[in-house]
């Protein structure tokens, strides 16, 4: 329960609560420690944001603006959003069943708390990636054309993510500059670059300079998409955003692209034949039609030089064993959240025989049907070093832009911290596959 002699509060932009005092600041301060789950400090009380929701509440008559039942946010979205970019961002490949399959496999995973543990009211989620010293092994999920979903688009994921301490990902297909994008995350917070593996090497060796200036130090390369798959909700349409130019700013802004174009489209002075030709050269460098090979990624260790470089879109023991193999540094199971291939095995039932076969060896990642805090913990109990947040943040942006982004992975940290310590878990170090069934 808040202290009594707290009378006021007022809210921040950000979503924190600074409570007043009638008297000492000393109380003040107490409770904003107490409430505020951004904190310094190697892994903050993700779960005192349910206390600061019920807090704001009981002193303002405020709810949150953005559901934090995160069972609702996909349809409270739909219902804001147009129906084609509803469509582009819920719908799958095909009949969609490895889309439901990513969501249903998570309920086969049993969880079996522990009682009567030494479980303490702030629980070390702190967890090193790639070097990085993370609060929580969560990173966003790259997303491209977020511009679809509200006008904050990447800037605003990017920002929050960045007060947050966690590693923001961002897409080829993003529809906001790379360096912009990293101005917004912030100077010294954790970033990553997803490629998809232009047909040109020119071009890919630009994109990888700039991102590395830009401060970007992972390199997540997406092998699953080399080619769009059958997508009935946006081919009922004809919806594909990038031809109208949302999702191409990477390649419109490239020096290299606008040399072999001969053309800067993003000049004012550009004609519309000359945008739609400038899109539609992203689209055809990035969408090869031809998929890479595995001896291929020595090419892009030299180009990106010191940095981790990650797969993204492993389901095979077999391609986990090759990309150890071939001196990869992580890989990222996921079948593109049921994007590419319909009828693929789930995602996190492809996550645990990938784990017996290569886990310490080299980093695993995981995505693709992540909805809630128990899917992470379980997620990370069958021995993913880290999650990917998808959809929910982007549902979260459609809602309520930054601040929705914001909401949104608070609940998700929230929820997460609150399973590990109600699981008798005082860390992620006591979560395995010992307390699941």
Known sequence: MPPKQVTETTSMGDGSLTALSPTQGETSESVHKLLDPILSGSSPSYAAYSSQIYFTKHQTSQTPAVTPNLALLEESARARLPSEAYNYAAGGAGLESTVSKNVSAFKTY????????????????????????????????????????????????AKAFGEMGLPYTMSTASSTGMEDVAQANGAGNPRWYQLYWPTDDELTRSYLKRAKASGYEVLVVTVDTWELAWRPRDLETGFFPFVDGVGTTLGLEDPVAQSQLGFNATNKMASKEQKTMANLYHVVSTSRGVSPQWENLHKLRTWWGKGPIVLKGIQSVHDAQLALEHGIDGIIVSNHGGRQVDGAIAS????????????????????????????????????????????????????????????????????????????????????SRDILY
């Open 110 to 157: 049993s969880i079996v708390p522990r009682m009567l543990r030494p479980v303490l009211p702030r629980r070390d989620l702190s967890r090193t990636v790639f070097g990085q010293k993370l609060p929580a092994p969560i990173v966003m999920a790259p997303i491209g054309v977020q511009k679809l979903f509200h006008s904050d688009g990447e800037l605003g994921t």
């Open 348 to 431: 996190v039932d492809a996550l645990g025989p990938i784990v017996d076969a290569v886990g310490g060896k080299l980093t695993i990642g995981f995505d693709s049907g992540i909805r809630c805090g128990a899917d992470i913990f379980k997620a990370l109990a069958i021995g993913a070093d880290f999650v990917q947040l998808g959809r929910p943040i982007l549902w979260g942006l459609a809602l309520k832009g930054e601040e929705g982004v914001r909401h949104v992975l608070k609940c998700l940290l929230a929820e997460f911290d609150l399973t590990v310590g109600l699981s008798g878990c005082t860390g992620l170090s006591d979560i």
